[in-house]
């Protein structure tokens, strides 16, 4: 089981609501931003939309994924934010799983993007909100290392 997937244990799903295998091929080699934010956040709707023009440009050129992790109050709130994104995102309903990354990755104020290589889980980044919002808008040197 590669190194994401074990992570997650199962409840990515996609935009249509569907689970993502996240042993599959297409996500060998891929660095996976995990997105922790929510709705009531008013900086995560600020970033939010940074994010999704950074991820349109860079998505694909730069084999990127990203899931959200919300931290959103219930679910009609992670549906409403979740309309916004174009990537994966961890099942609202696995909130265990939501604290036990948020603690893993040591998660203390949000919006946060931590950046891991989908082989091996390993962090590559914890700060790369930062690097999106001002220290490398174009992406030039995306994977950043912390």
Same mark, same amino acid.
């Given at each position: 089981? +590669?190194?994401? +997937?074990?992570?997650?244990?199962?409840?990515?799903? =996609?935009?249509?609501?569907?689970?993502?295998?996240?042993?599959? =091929? *297409?996500?060998? @080699?891929?660095?996976?931003?995990?997105?922790?934010?929510?709705?009531?956040?008013?900086?995560?709707? =600020?970033?939010?939309?940074?994010?999704?023009?950074?991820?349109?440009?860079?998505? *694909?050129?730069?084999?990127?994924?990203?899931?959200?992790?919300?931290?959103?109050?219930?679910?009609?709130?992670?549906?409403?934010?979740?309309?916004?994104?174009?990537?994966?995102?961890?099942?609202?309903?696995?909130?265990?799983?939501?604290?036990?990354?948020?603690?893993?990755?040591?998660?203390?104020?949000?919006?946060?993007?931590?950046?891991? =290589? +989908?082989?091996? @889980?390993?962090?590559?980044?914890?700060?790369?909100?930062?690097?999106? *919002?001002?220290?490398?808008?174009?992406?030039?040197?995306?994977?950043?290392?912390?």
């Amino acid at each position: 089981m +590669a190194g994401l +997937a074990k992570l997650f244990d199962g409840h990515v799903l =996609d935009k249509s609501n569907k689970e993502i295998n996240l042993n599959d =091929d *297409q996500f060998k @080699g891929k660095v996976v931003g995990l997105y922790f934010s929510g709705h009531w956040c008013p900086p995560c709707r =600020d970033f939010t939309p940074k994010l999704v023009d950074f991820y349109n440009k860079h998505a *694909q050129k730069k084999n990127f994924e990203i899931i959200f992790v919300s931290f959103d109050r219930n679910e009609a709130a992670f549906n409403d934010y979740y309309k916004e994104m174009p990537w994966l995102t961890l099942s609202f309903t696995d909130r265990k799983n939501k604290e036990e990354l948020a603690n893993k990755f040591n998660i203390s104020g949000i919006p946060a993007l931590v950046l891991v =290589d +989908a082989d091996s @889980g390993d962090v590559i980044c914890t700060d790369a909100r930062n690097y999106i *919002q001002h220290e490398d808008t174009n992406g030039d040197n995306f994977p950043w290392k912390s």
